[in-house]
């Protein structure tokens, strides 16, 4: 499940507990915010912010898919925000559950990988 409203996120999260409970053995999760600086060629510059336009949903479903099918978990709960971000700002959210620790950690770092290209 995608979502750019946070609190559909959190209550996504609590039902899936409820859906899968038994079935998964860990939640593995991220949470990513702007920062006040970007790292470009090993320097740090300044941020002013980020614009996230509306089409990331597309991507995003196509890379949940992809972790969901190469890394066998269970689920993924996914929240990003659009639109300009300012510095502090929350950017995504990612709830993946899993039956191991070690599957659901590389679905995780894959859909960062991956939704990182589109930021």
Same mark, same amino acid.
């Given at each position: ?10 209550n ?10 038994? &079935? ?12 006040e ?13 980020? &614009?996230?336009?509306n089409?990331?949903?597309?991507k995003l ?6 972790? &969901? ?22 950017v ?28």
């Open positions: 499940m995608i979502t750019n409203y946070f609190e559909e996120f959190n996504m999260v609590e039902e899936y507990i409820e859906k899968y409970k038994g &079935k998964f053995g860990c939640i593995v999760s991220f949470n990513g915010f702007v920062r600086y970007d790292v470009i060629d090993g320097k740090k510059i300044p941020s002013k912010g980020m &614009k996230i336009d089409n990331i949903f597309e479903e196509v890379i949940v898919n992809e972790a &969901k099918n190469k890394f066998d978990v269970i689920d993924i709960v996914l929240y990003h925000n659009t639109g300009f971000l300012n510095i502090g700002d929350r995504m959210s990612i709830a993946v559950f899993a039956r191991h620790r070690d599957e659901g950690f590389k679905a995780l770092e894959y859909i960062i990988k991956e939704a990182k290209k589109y930021h």
